[in-house]
Nanobody
Framework: VQLQASGGGLVQDGGSLRLSCAAS????????MAWYRQAPGKQRDLVAT???????NYADSVKGRFTISRDNAQNTVYLQMNSLKPEDTAVYYC?????????????WGQGTLVTVSS
């Protein structure tokens, strides 16, 4: 079972990007999915979470600008990022709490770099 993230890139201040993260493998179901980010020299911080029934939560720094969503049929989580700022520059990681046959595992995606230029 693995997570594969995509969608990062270079964007100007005020621009938008959409990140995707797809889970694949022997999956029974997925509980909470989330996005984290890690800026150079800093710790990894939570950006947003979404439960299996669609309840969401956001870090104060991204409220009103970012939207997390998921497609349960495709085992995919998205992060729509609008009004991007240079301080949003970071490697973005997806995370999922996955129910697998005979167990449960927590997975990280490989990270996708978002760079916002001023």
């Amino acid at each position: 079972v693995q997570l594969q993230a995509s969608g990062g890139g270079l964007v100007q201040d005020g621009g938008s990007l959409r990140l995707s993260c797809a889970a694949s493998g022997s999956i029974v179901s997925i509980n909470t999915m989330a996005w984290y980010r890690q800026a150079p020299g800093k710790q990894r911080d939570l950006v947003a979470t979404i439960t299996s029934d669609g309840s969401t939560n956001y870090a104060d720094s991204v409220k009103g600008r970012f939207t997390i969503s998921r497609d349960n049929a495709q085992n995919t989580v998205y992060l729509q990022m609008n009004s991007l700022k240079p301080e949003d520059t970071a490697v973005y990681y997806c995370h999922a709490d996955v129910i697998i046959p005979y167990g449960r595992t927590r997975l990280w995606g490989q990270g996708t770099l978002v760079t916002v230029s001023s």
